[in-house]
């Protein structure tokens, strides 16, 4: 069902998880700022804990993470991060407004399951009591392969009720080449084990366009994942920016797939999924009809932020700990990244943010429209934007891909994979910018 432009795919663009996106971000968009727009904050906010700890680092990640293990060094750094993060919490609570409230919870990292679950029990008993919860929805971000019955027993005793396992491939081929082995069994014995914990929507992380894949390593990992049933399904396209992302090095370039290839794997996962049943959100993610992200996206309530496609409704994200982002309505905002700094300022009783960019009032204005294309395929430009925009999405007009309907720039079916390539025209960062992204496919 789609056609393959690839001059209309050849700019690296942002997956656009916000807008202005972090790479507008300058350093000194920090702690002054955000304690002013924390003190506006009222109604429903989500909060996002992250965890930069893995016992073992992927070479394709990249996530700011390092590495836990169970050496005493490695555990005396994890645990000097976990006193500033659990600084951190009382800081952001307490000037927090009372008219605020935790509606959603989310952990991700790294890998919220590098650390111990005793330390965990602790970190969600320090959240409820200083941010005064009453049962928030909350998710988490889990590695399988450290993924043990502790574990399990601590998500049901705290109530987790959404869960995302790292899979990638079920290929043990594919899974040495990026440096993550994790049989088969492993990630049933996972997805068993969360189940019973009482976690209702699971997600399954997986990638095409890994060094050396083929169509039918793709589907089998794709048939594997429905038998599991998972009710939530995140196919993405591998990002290959080693100049970024050092680790990526011990991936061989030549095994890549090329940009037509990874172009039919994306196509495939997409129809192979939704014959299966499954609902497409946006391109690249699937939700089962009963699921929380299915039924918003057929509603039309989707909504993108740092951690995706989601169906939270909340205007106001706080990011805590090292490198997390926090979003307002005027203000993007995101912590420092090197843990020791990180330490560093906590331990000043200062807020840990250093980098963003303020929100104007038309950074606002793009961000909804690129948000509701995104999440809708249609939006309404107002006319200034609309004779703007124009003349740069005529080739995509001409392709079939999109067009205007009244006021209203909607991306037709065929156009779902040039989504982020069409929003980017939107864009006046990206106009001319020399920075670098991954594929959009």
């Not at 797939?257 to 990874?262: E, L, N, S």
């Not at 995104?374 to 080739?395: F, H, I, T, Y």
């Amino acid at each position: 069902m789609w056609t393959y432009h690839p001059d209309l795919l050849a700019i690296p663009v942002p997956r656009y998880t916000s807008y202005p996106t972090a790479a507008e971000f300058v350093d000194g968009t920090g702690g002054d700022l955000f304690a002013t727009a924390i003190d506006g904050v009222s109604g429903d906010v989500s909060l996002y804990v992250h965890i930069p700890f893995c016992e073992k680092i992927c070479w394709y990640c990249g996530c700011n993470t390092g590495v836990a293990n169970r050496t005493a060094a490695s555990a005396e750094r994890v645990g000097r991060y976990l006193d500033a993060l659990h600084k951190e919490i009382v800081l952001v609570a307490e000037r927090l407004p009372g008219t605020a409230r935790v509606a959603r919870l989310a952990f991700g990292g790294g890998s919220p399951n590098g650390i111990s679950p005793i330390d965990f029990v602790r970190l969600v008993d320090a959240l409820t009591l200083q941010f005064e919860t009453s049962r928030p929805m909350m998710s988490i971000e889990l590695d399988p392969r450290t993924l043990t019955s502790d574990w399990a027993a601590v998500i049901a005793a705290v109530g987790i009720e959404r869960a995302s396992l790292g899979v990638q491939t079920f290929d043990p081929r594919l899974q040495q080449a990026i440096g993550r082995i994790q049989p088969a069994r492993m990630i049933a014995d996972a997805t068993a084990m969360l189940r019973k914990a009482g976690v209702r929507s699971l997600n399954f992380d997986l990638m095409y366009g890994l060094p050396g894949q083929t169509m039918a390593e793709l589907e089998d990992s794709l048939e594997r994942t429905v038998a599991l049933g998972a009710d939530r399904i995140a196919l993405f396209g591998y990002a290959h920016v080693p100049h970024l992302i050092a680790r990526q090095r011990k991936i061989d370039a030549r095994d890549l797939p090329d940009a037509g290839a990874r172009f039919a794997m994306a196509a495939h996962g997409y129809e192979f999924l939704t014959r299966r049943g499954y609902i497409p959100v946006g391109f690249d993610h699937f939700a089962l009809p009963t699921d929380p992200l299915a039924r918003v996206t057929l509603e039309g309530k989707l909504r993108r932020n740092f951690q995706g496609f989601t169906d939270e409704q909340a205007p106001v994200l706080l990011g805590l700990g090292a490198s997390a982002i926090s979003s307002f309505p005027g203000l993007l905002a995101q912590n420092e990244k090197n843990t020791g700094r990180y330490r560093t300022m906590l331990s000043q009783d200062r807020f840990s943010a250093t980098r963003g960019i303020e929100r104007s009032l038309d950074d606002q204005r793009r961000g909804a429209v690129i948000e509701s294309l995104l999440c809708r395929s249609r939006a309404r430009l107002d006319p200034e934007l609309r004779d703007a925009a124009l003349p740069l999405l005529q080739p995509y007009r001409e392709a079939g891909l999109c067009d205007l309907e009244g006021e209203e720039l909607v991306i037709a079916p065929a156009g779902l994979p040039y989504a982020r390539s069409i929003v980017a025209r939107l864009d006046p960062y990206r106009q001319g910018s020399l920075r670098k992204f991954s594929a959009a496919v």
